[in-house]
């Protein structure tokens, strides 16, 4: 069985920016209108570290687990509301992808994402892919801050899932994050320029394979073929 992992923001979906007003809205609602945002890169990060360092500036302190809790399910909450608000889309090729390879019975799709559970899951009902995936064998934030751990759980999980046929893992996403996280567990790492990171940027993490884009379904899986009878990527 070949497993591919796929990363969901700007990879799979570009939701308009509806996650930053959901986070600027929650913090507004929990903790007042002065409560200040802090700027930083949160591509490719978890929710719980996105939600860490919001807390850590607007307290000045380490927040508690009870409150990471608190304004990620508040977060969660006010989610889809800014989804329906703003103007997303599912990006080029994705649709026709993830049919083309819930078609084939040696091929596995699953989710590796610095999101939620429920995140994820509004995400991907919203744009209408949500039924492509196994959501039960898929890894998500959790408890986690480190997408590196977040992967280490996907390879526990798919090893689980399959035993002696799995085969070949693949991890495609579109930050440096998801080419580490990817080379941590031996996966064949996919990185796409559809995100913030230009191809010259993700370049430098050498990725297995790095495309401008996601392409047509025949043409992907000519590329994932490429990695038959190789041994465990490690980059």
Not at 59 to 80: A, N, V
Request: proline letters at 4%; aromatic letters at 12%.
């Amino acid at each position: 069985m070949n497993v591919l992992f796929w990363d969901v923001d700007q990879t799979l979906v570009y939701t308009g920016h509806a996650g930053f007003m959901a986070i600027e809205r929650t913090l507004t609602e929990l903790m007042g209108p002065d409560a200040p945002l802090p700027q930083f890169d949160a591509g490719g990060r978890t929710d719980n570290f996105i939600c860490r360092e919001i807390l850590r500036h607007a307290t000045g302190r380490e927040p508690t687990r009870d409150e990471m809790h608190t304004f990620s399910r508040h977060y969660e909450k006010t989610l889809l509301a800014c989804m329906q608000e703003m103007r997303g889309e599912v990006l080029p090729y994705v649709k026709e992808l993830l049919a083309y390879f819930s078609g084939f019975p040696d091929y596995d799709q699953l989710l590796l994402t610095g999101n939620s559970r429920e995140g994820a899951r509004l995400k991907l009902t919203h744009y209408g892919i949500a039924d492509y995936f196994d959501f039960e064998n898929s890894a998500f934030a959790e408890d986690n801050f480190d997408r590196r751990d977040v992967a280490l759980r996907a390879k526990s999980l798919a090893t689980a899932k399959w035993g002696d046929r799995l085969e070949r893992i693949y991890v495609i996403g579109d930050t440096e994050h998801d080419i580490r996280c990817g080379k941590e567990i031996g996966a064949y790492t996919v990185a796409v320029a559809t995100g913030s990171r230009t191809a010259e940027m993700l370049r430098e993490y050498a990725p297995w394979r790095l495309l401008p884009q996601l392409c047509p379904a025949e043409e992907f899986h000519a590329l994932l073929l490429e990695a038959e009878g190789k041994e465990e990527y490690t980059g």
